[in-house]
């Protein structure tokens, strides 16, 4: 299989995945009786389109950065899961306009989703690791973990707070996108968070930073910026196939090596500024 040049590779991923999220008019949830509270509309039509966003990695590499002033210059800020600003806004920021948060930080004590403000600043957007080409029913059914009951918990207590849930199809869209472009076989476990975000805002944005998804000379074992927890596997992989996705990102980027080197920053176009 030849291998895509960066623009191609940019091309591939604008054509074949599409960004979507569940509407309460889609089967099927449009009949439960719970149906309402999900957005009328896609994530896509209602947020942005935006000039410049970053995505902001949760890598312990952040830590000491200093890039919290340069991170929040952007229109739009993209952040993950149980990531914290506050304590941190020197290096990270103190902006959140999307979160994206995983179906196991909804449901696991620990992170206390229901209760806690971290995740009360900006929209939601939610993502379970449906099967691979399963439909909608089968995998309602059967979701990694409660991300629907725990979705209408927190639509109630936060109704006015704009929450979507991504389509499976789009974790696995992106997935054959890395599949088809590596020579040997990845394992079949969705994307991680990380990849999944920087996609979703490559179709919001008309510029895409990155940081410390590739990560910088301060890279580390320090698996998140926030956390006093050490282990290789967050910024290698283990379940997500996330080595692959970062050698993809490495291909399409548009930035200077040097950026990744001081400041884990890769820069991607929008898709709205493709010319395919
Ligand atoms: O660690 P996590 O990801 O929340 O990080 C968000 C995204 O940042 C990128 N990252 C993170 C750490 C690091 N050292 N290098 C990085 O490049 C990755 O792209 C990552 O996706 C997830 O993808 O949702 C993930 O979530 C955690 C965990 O569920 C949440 O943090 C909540 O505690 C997963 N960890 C475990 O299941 C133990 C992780 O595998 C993926």
Known sequence: RPKLSGPKLLCQLKDKVEVST??????????????????????????????????????????????????????????????????????????????????????????????SSLYSAG?????????????????????????????QRYRRLHPMQPFYILHPRFEWQVWQRIQDNMAEPIQKNPPSSGLLGTVLMMSLCEVVHVYEFLPSRRKTELCHYYQRFFD???????????????????RMNQGSNRDILTHGRVTLPGFSKLNC
């Open 123 to 151: 929209a939601l957007a939610a993502w379970d690791p449906a099967p691979f080409s399963a439909d909608l029913t089968q995998w309602y059914n059967r979701t990694d973990y409660p991300i629907f009951t725990q979705y």
């Open 232 to 250: 290789a596997a967050c910024t290698l992989g283990a379940y997500h196939p996330l080595l692959y996705e970062k050698n993809l990102v490495k």
């Open 22 to 115: 569940l509407t309460s008019d889609l089967q099927p949830f449009s009949s439960l009786p719970w149906a309402d509270q999900l957005p009328t509309k896609q994530l896509t039509s209602d947020l942005g389109p935006y000039k410049s966003c970053a995505v902001v990695s949760s890598a312990g590499s952040l830590r000491y950065s200093g890039l919290g002033k340069e991170i929040d210059c952007h229109d739009a800020v993209l952040r993950f899961n149980a990531a914290p600003t506050s304590g941190y806004e020197k290096d990270v920021g103190s902006k959140t306009t999307i979160r994206l948060i995983n179906s196991q930080v909804m449901a696991s004590d620990d992170h206390r989703f229901l209760s």
